[in-house]
């Protein structure tokens, strides 16, 4: 057998093919915000952005209940949306607001991606403009194999061209309809649009700083208008509104700057943390960011001097007694951690991320008295939020400690599905299915779980 060289034509064919397929991987890449995501769930966080939104979602006619502000793990300045009502909201927004009103003007503008359906037809869009690469690929190689090299690159890189501007023209389309939409949401909701205006002029200053221009003939080389162009816009119609000088809620705004601070000071490394609110800074935000940054770095008695700083200033805050409780229990004291989680989770009536964590507490203790309310806590904490990994792995722990191995089995792979642990998942799903009593509504969930599994597992292996 003898290696043969592969001719010139066919190589330079082949690597235009190539060069064209690296181009419309740009196209699948945008459709695909959510990957490599993490998202952050903290009770008070999450009340407060439904707390935001509720205004503006009434606003917009969409049913509250079918709206969902989810924060994401992620430092960049950024919200959108990916399908469905959910409105992202990244971590490094809410760090980089000043006040509460700034995220509300972002948060009606990702509604008003909801309500226009933009994500279906951001997905259209996409398929049309591979579509135009596609066509440009073949009329490319085409002219490759047969020899005009030339002609091919040029075919291809106009196709490209061309593909990307009706890209991009559509996407900025949709951001200024979008931008309208939620200056409407806010007027409904009678929320003043000098927030919205802020955070624009900071993403432009942002913008500058960054080199990009805010030439006019930049424009067409971008996803969104130019943010000096939505700033005029948007200013001359918030300033005609009744709205705009409608004060922030003060209320709205001190919980604001606490769920900020706190944010900050769980996310940010300790020294930052110490610079950004040093001990001379009394408020309750810097106690709290300073509370989270003494116990990631280890000083347990300073980070609970700040807790209890705080509870002595508000003794009936459940969210001052969860963390409170947490470092308790994190710091290897769990038996002192479940008075101020007990109190937290029966004063949010069973907020399931707070029992979870007293449910953990509970377990903790390793004393078996405790794991008949653990088991309680436990299960109204998931029949609550169905969603949550942590507090599944933990009613597992309770049923096998009781020898209750089918419903352990359940447990764990409501845990691992959602953990995308999908065979792991399927193999316990069925097992809980042939331990429990057949028709009963665990049997009947080991089999969802199972059917679900079992999908995602089909979808993986089509995809490869």
Not at 153 to 162: E, S
């Given at each position: 057998?003898?290696?043969?060289?592969?001719?010139?034509?066919?190589?330079?064919?082949?690597?235009?093919?190539?060069?064209?397929?690296?181009?419309?991987?740009?196209?699948?890449?945008?459709?695909?915000?959510?990957?490599?995501?993490?998202?952050?769930?903290?009770?008070?966080?999450?009340?407060?952005?439904?707390?935001?939104?509720?205004?503006?979602?009434?606003?917009?006619?969409?049913?509250?209940?079918?709206?969902?502000?989810?924060?994401?793990?992620?430092?960049?300045?950024?919200?959108?949306?990916?399908?469905?009502?959910?409105?992202?909201?990244?971590?490094?927004?809410?760090?980089?607001?000043?006040?509460?009103?700034?995220?509300?003007?972002?948060?009606?503008?990702?509604?008003?991606?909801?309500?226009?359906?933009?994500?279906?037809?951001?997905?259209?869009?996409?398929?049309?403009?591979?579509?135009?690469?596609?066509?440009?690929?073949?009329?490319?190689?085409?002219?490759?194999?047969?020899g005009a090299g030339d002609a091919a690159l040029g075919a291809m890189m106009a196709g490209q061209q061309a593909a990307m501007g009706s890209f991009l023209a559509f996407n900025r389309n949709q951001e200024a309809s979008t931008d309208l939409a939620g200056a409407r949401y806010l007027s409904g909701a009678g929320i003043s649009g000098r927030g919205s205006i802020k955070f624009f002029e900071r993403l432009r200053n942002l913008e500058i700083r960054a080199g990009y221009s805010?030439?006019?003939?930049?424009?067409?080389?971008?996803?969104?208008?130019?943010?000096?162009?939505?700033?005029?816009?948007?200013?001359?119609?918030?300033?005609?509104?009744p709205a705009w000088d409608a004060p922030v809620d003060a209320e709205l705004q001190d919980r604001f700057l606490r769920v900020r601070a706190k944010l900050y000071g769980y996310l940010a490394e300790p020294k930052r943390t110490f610079n950004i609110y040093p001990e001379s800074d009394a408020s309750v935000p810097a106690r709290y960011a300073r509370a989270y940054a003494y116990h990631k770095d280890a000083q347990v008695e300073k980070a609970l001097a700040e807790t209890q700083?705080?509870?002595?200033?508000?003794?009936?805050?459940?969210?001052?007694?969860?963390?409170?409780?947490?470092?308790?229990?994190?710091?290897?004291?769990?038996?002192?951690?479940?008075?101020?989680?007990?109190?937290?989770?029966?004063?949010?009536?069973?907020?399931?991320?707070?029992?979870?964590?007293?449910?953990?507490?509970?377990?903790?203790?390793?004393?078996?008295?405790?794991?008949?309310?653990?088991?309680?806590?436990?299960?109204?904490?998931?029949?609550?939020?169905?969603?949550?990994?942590?507090?599944?792995?933990?009613?597992?722990?309770?049923?096998?400690?009781?020898?209750?191995?089918?419903?352990?089995?359940?447990?764990?792979?409501?845990?691992?599905?959602?953990?995308?642990?999908?065979?792991?998942?399927?193999?316990?799903?069925?097992?809980?299915?042939?331990?429990?009593?057949?028709?009963?509504?665990?049997?009947?969930?080991?089999?969802?779980?199972?059917?679900?599994?079992?999908?995602?597992?089909?979808?993986?292996?089509?995809?490869?």
């Amino acid at each position: 057998m003898t290696a043969l060289p592969i001719p010139d034509r066919t190589a330079q064919a082949l690597r235009l093919a190539a060069y064209a397929l690296a181009l419309m991987a740009s196209f699948m890449m945008a459709a695909g915000p959510l990957a490599a995501q993490s998202i952050l769930r903290d009770a008070e966080t999450e009340q407060l952005l439904q707390d935001m939104a509720a205004p503006l979602i009434e606003a917009s006619e969409l049913e509250p209940g079918n709206v969902e502000i989810v924060l994401i793990n992620d430092p960049s300045i950024n919200a959108f949306v990916a399908g469905g009502q959910v409105v992202y909201v990244h971590a490094g927004l809410i760090n980089a607001a000043e006040n509460a009103n700034e995220v509300q003007g972002v948060i009606a503008h990702e509604l008003g991606h909801i309500t226009a359906g933009h994500v279906v037809r951001f997905e259209e869009r996409v398929r049309t403009a591979q579509g135009i690469s596609i066509l440009s690929l073949i009329l490319g190689v085409g002219a490759a194999l047969a020899g005009a090299g030339d002609a091919a690159l040029g075919a291809m890189m106009a196709g490209q061209q061309a593909a990307m501007g009706s890209f991009l023209a559509f996407n900025r389309n949709q951001e200024a309809s979008t931008d309208l939409a939620g200056a409407r949401y806010l007027s409904g909701a009678g929320i003043s649009g000098r927030g919205s205006i802020k955070f624009f002029e900071r993403l432009r200053n942002l913008e500058i700083r960054a080199g990009y221009s805010q030439a006019d003939d930049a424009a067409y080389t971008r996803t969104h208008p130019l943010s000096g162009d939505r700033i005029q816009v948007l200013r001359d119609l918030y300033r005609q509104d009744p709205a705009w000088d409608a004060p922030v809620d003060a209320e709205l705004q001190d919980r604001f700057l606490r769920v900020r601070a706190k944010l900050y000071g769980y996310l940010a490394e300790p020294k930052r943390t110490f610079n950004i609110y040093p001990e001379s800074d009394a408020s309750v935000p810097a106690r709290y960011a300073r509370a989270y940054a003494y116990h990631k770095d280890a000083q347990v008695e300073k980070a609970l001097a700040e807790t209890q700083s705080l509870l002595a200033q508000e003794p009936d805050n459940p969210y001052f007694l969860e963390l409170d409780g947490q470092i308790l229990l994190e710091s290897g004291r769990p038996a002192e951690a479940l008075e101020p989680l007990r109190r937290a989770t029966e004063m949010t009536r069973n907020q399931p991320l707070i029992a979870g964590m007293f449910g953990h507490a509970l377990i903790a203790t390793e004393d078996k008295a405790n794991y008949a309310e653990a088991e309680r806590v436990l299960r109204a904490a998931v029949a609550k939020d169905r969603y949550n990994p942590f507090a599944w792995y933990q009613l597992g722990v309770v049923y096998a400690a009781r020898g209750d191995m089918p419903r352990a089995r359940l447990a764990s792979a409501e845990q691992q599905v959602m953990n995308r642990q999908y065979p792991e998942a399927l193999r316990n799903a069925q097992a809980a299915e042939a331990g429990l009593p057949v028709g009963s509504p665990d049997w009947i969930r080991a089999q969802d779980v199972a059917l679900q599994a079992r999908s995602e597992l089909e979808r993986l292996r089509d995809a490869r």
